[in-house]
């Protein structure tokens, strides 16, 4: 390869590593908030359908909703984060990369645990129209999968954190 094309290879990667970089963003944001959406209707489904027969536990029961709409906060944060380390110039397509694997980890994340979310949320509040001991354990099994979203949250906050570090070395 001579110099020149060493040159328009290195200028095409300056051009495109912003793409993966705003591919990132947009993944964490769209992936976390299908999990929310997911989480909140259906375990939406089950406290309607609950309501019905226990309208007294409706406000009780919304901790699955709750929990559901913090992973689109999880999400934003990232999008956050990732869009204002995108800069014109400088970014290089490890920065590109990084952003973009931060992204995926967090929205990824987000969509799993807001599956699970939705899916112990319905039957959870079901469950405890039937039996109120079943709360707390609910509530346990709600924490754990809203702790899988968290993990996603911290790896990205920390592969987002690498962009910027191959400028540096």
Do not use: W
Request: charge should be neutral.
């Amino acid at each position: 390869m001579d110099g020149r094309m060493l040159l328009q290879a290195a200028e095409s990667s300056q051009d495109t590593a912003p793409f993966f970089g705003f591919i990132g963003a947009a993944s964490a944001l769209v992936f976390s908030c299908m999990g929310a959406a997911y989480g909140t209707a259906k375990s939406g489904v089950g406290i309607a359908s609950m309501g019905v027969m226990r309208p007294e536990l409706v406000m009780k029961s919304i901790v699955p909703v709750v929990m559901a709409g913090v992973l689109g906060i999880y999400g934003l944060i990232i999008a956050v984060i990732i869009s204002t380390g995108v800069t014109p110039g400088k970014y290089t397509l490890f920065d590109g990369f990084a952003h973009l694997a931060s992204g995926l980890s967090c929205g990824l994340a987000g969509l799993a645990a807001g599956m699970a979310i939705g899916i112990v949320g319905d039957a959870g509040v079901r469950a405890n129209a039937q039996q109120p001991k079943l709360f707390v354990g609910m509530i346990l099994i709600l924490i754990f999968a809203e702790a899988l979203a968290l993990y996603g949250l911290i790896v990205g906050i920390i592969l987002s954190s690498k962009a910027g570090s191959a400028a540096a070395a």
